[in-house]
């Protein structure tokens, strides 16, 4: 079965950027039928869906935070990563990426999730 896992540094300061990897095992990023997305989840809140890279290699961000997110792709290594700059206090989260179908788009498979904190 496919398998995704993040990676990356787990304490970030304010005003630097968060910058995630999530390496595919099981899979290909390059399949046709999914893409792929970053999710996180506050202390105490719900998910936010943060945005996803096609296939193709284009990119769809959350409006909340587009301004400061950009996703992309490695398909050599089989890995696609996030980078969220002027980070927050507020940015602190679980940070998921997930397989998305996209006929259905439903997340089928997730990774464990990875810390971050942002504080100095």
Same mark, same amino acid.
């Given at each position: 079965?496919?398998?995704?896992?993040? !990676?990356?540094?787990?304490?970030?300061?304010?005003?630097?950027?968060?910058?995630?990897?999530?390496?595919?095992?099981?899979? *290909? +990023?390059?399949?046709? $039928?999914?893409?792929?997305?970053?999710? /996180?989840?506050?202390?105490? &809140?719900?998910?936010?869906? +943060?945005?996803? +890279? =096609?296939?193709?290699? /284009?990119?769809?961000?959350?409006? !909340?935070?587009?301004?400061?997110?950009? +996703? !992309? /792709?490695? $398909?050599? &290594?089989?890995?696609?990563?996030?980078?969220? !700059?002027?980070?927050?206090?507020?940015?602190? =989260?679980?940070?998921?990426?997930?397989?998305?179908?996209?006929?259905?788009?439903?997340?089928?498979?997730?990774?464990?999730?990875?810390?971050?904190?942002?504080? *100095?």
């Amino acid at each position: 079965q496919v398998q995704l896992q993040e !990676s990356g540094p787990g304490v970030v300061k304010p005003t630097q950027t968060v910058s995630l990897t999530c390496t595919i095992s099981g899979g *290909s +990023i390059t399949t046709n $039928t999914y893409y792929w997305s970053w999710i /996180r989840q506050p202390p105490g &809140k719900g998910l936010e869906w +943060i945005g996803y +890279i =096609a296939v193709s290699g /284009r990119t769809y961000y959350s409006p !909340s935070l587009q301004s400061r997110t950009s +996703i !992309s /792709r490695d $398909t050599f &290594k089989n890995q696609f990563s996030l980078q969220l !700059s002027s980070v927050t206090p507020e940015d602190t =989260a679980v940070y998921y990426c997930a397989r998305v179908t996209n006929q259905a788009g439903q997340f089928d498979f997730w990774g464990q999730g990875t810390q971050v904190t942002v504080s *100095s």
